[in-house]
């Protein structure tokens, strides 16, 4: 019953104290491009979209996934938004994964995030 | 590739009520309704090999609030569960995925909001772009009044149209005593009360109150020993559009017709797979008997009906729908739940339910349930 999944590409941005240059959909982008460049795809061969972030109070935005579904081009197509605390950007992952295994989707983006110097996280 | 076999078995939801006993972690809403369901299903807490919850942390005020909720299900022994920070309903598909791959063979889906904890038209602000939307501080009221302005000045539907879904939802919530608000009203006394953000009245906008969801589900063993009649999953799908308010039409609504079109909700069954939807197309089926839909603004219903193709026929919202009870969180998975509810009890043959999520119908989600397995 349940089908194999493989990592296809990964993408990472900079990791800085305060990434004043981009915003937040910035941030989220240039990883999913990075990612997408390295599974050598485009955006547009994503089936659906799994965010990864916890909590919400960190950036100010509550459910920030539904401001980013253009940013990672997710509009038309599934998005879920995982938030299991410290464990989220691990759980990210699993979430993609069951999907590509249930059987539901062939390529999914899984993306986490955190842009603490948006609040004063800590 | 057929679609593999899971049906609800279980469901219960708490009543909707400004809740001043109950906190914001939800285990006083939830503690009951778990044992409602497991009493109705003859099953215990060892029996469910997933656990899948949607809250916020947004309505509870603090960060990581859903942990608090685990007290519910009592963290030890240790259980594979998950969180997704959205309606419960989506929570339920992820718990999907998670039987179809056949990690767990009975999963639990759960939803909580304690709506009333502070002015949720504000709180629903900060969903809003950041940096150009959100410090506006345009409430999710207004957001939605905007668009049944729209509707009107496009000739769409009228102010009476409106009162006339509240009033026909009003009267349906009679019969459910989860309601909050239910009652005989005529539509022409609604239409000579105040508006609350013009053009929407009280009547038009969901009541703001506390509650909690439940729905267990199982593959198709396990369905057929714990349920006289599972309500089968045929179709399960969810979709987002844009989250900019400039750069969408806000008259249609797109991720709710491909979610429709994705869970197979009109006439013909599809494959969750692409290519193989291709050869397992044009199956024949039963059409949606009843459909619950999570419109929290009485427009938001008309918009739906359209999209989802929903004809006359169908019976929309026999609960008395959102407008009448619609507990943040929790309400998307309690449509699916009243929508299984129809089929396990034997009034319909096959039903929708739907959820919905983010400003003015940005992101949807159609689970169709059917009586009979594919």
């Known amino acids: 019953m349940k089908r194999s999944a493989a990592v296809l590409g990964v993408g990472q941005t900079r990791h800085r104290s305060k990434r004043t240059d981009v915003s937040i959909a910035g941030l989220c982008r240039e990883a999913a491009d990075r990612a997408v460049l390295d599974a050598g795809l485009e955006l547009a061969d994503i089936d659906a979209v799994v965010v990864g972030k916890a909590p919400d109070l960190f950036e100010g935005v509550m459910m920030p996934e539904l401001y980013l579904a253009d940013a990672l081009g997710a509009a038309g197509k599934p998005l879920l938004r995982v938030h299991t605390a410290g464990s989220v950007g691990g759980a990210t992952g699993i979430v993609a994964t069951s999907l590509v295994q249930a059987g539901l989707h062939r390529r999914v983006l899984a993306l986490a995030f955190e842009k603490q110097s948006e609040s004063n996280a800590m | 590739m057929s679609v593999p076999e899971v049906a609800v078995v279980g469901f219960a939801q708490s009543p909707c009520r400004v809740r001043e006993d109950a906190t914001t972690s939800g285990v006083e809403m939830l503690v009951p309704i778990f044992a409602e369901v497991f009493g109705a299903t003859g099953l215990t807490k060892s029996d469910i090999g997933f656990w899948c919850s949607g809250s916020s942390d947004y309505l509870a005020g603090r960060a990581f609030s859903f942990v608090s909720a685990v007290d519910a299900i009592g ?216 459909a619950e839909l999570h419109a929290p603004f009485s427009h938001q219903e008309l918009l739906l009906r359209e999209a989802l193709g929903l004809g006359d026929g169908v019976a929309v919202n026999p609960s008395g729908g959102a407008l009448c009870a619609n507990p943040m969180f929790a309400a998307g998975l309690a449509r699916i739940g009243l929508a299984a509810r129809a089929v396990m009890s034997g009034r319909a043959e096959r039903a929708l339910g739907h959820a919905t999520s983010g400003p003015a119908l940005q992101q949807n989600l159609v689970c169709v349930l059917s009586g009979e397995a594919s």
Not at chain 2, 93 to 102: F, P, S
Not at chain 2, 124 to 153: I, T
Not at chain 2, 192 to 220: F, K, N, Q, T
Not at chain 2, 248 to 255: I, K, T
Request: hydrophobic share 50%.
């Open chain 2, 75 to 290: 963290a030890v022994p240790p259980t594979m569960e998950s969180h997704v920070e959205m309606d419960a309903a989506w929570a339920l598909y992820e718990a999907w995925a998670k039987v179809l791959t056949g990690e767990a063979e009975i999963a639990l889906a759960y939803g909580f909001g304690k709506s009333s904890g502070a002015e949720l038209r504000r709180v629903l602000a900060l969903q809003l772009d950041p940096y150009l939307l959100a410090p506006l501080w345009p409430d999710s009221v207004s957001v939605a009044a905007l668009q049944a302005r729209l509707g009107l000045e496009a000739g769409r539907w009228t102010e009476k149209d409106m009162a006339e879904v509240a009033a026909r939802s009003r009267a349906a919530a009679v019969g459910n005593p989860d309601a909050q608000v239910s009652g005989a009203v005529a539509a022409s006394d609604l239409l000579a009360r105040p508006y609350v953000a013009e053009p929407l009245r009280a009547h038009d906008c969901a009541p703001v109150g506390d509650g909690a969801a439940v729905v267990i589900i199982a593959s198709a063993d396990r369905a057929r020993e714990l349920c006289e009649r599972p309500a089968w999953i045929s179709g399960f799908a969810h979709q987002v559009d844009s989250g900019s308010l400039g750069a969408r039409d806000l008259l249609a609504v797109p991720s709710a017709a491909g979610a429709a079109r994705a869970a197979g909700a009109g006439a013909v069954e599809v494959a969750p797979i692409e290519e193989a939807a291709v050869e397992e197309a044009a199956v024949e089926v039963a059409p949606i008997e009843v």
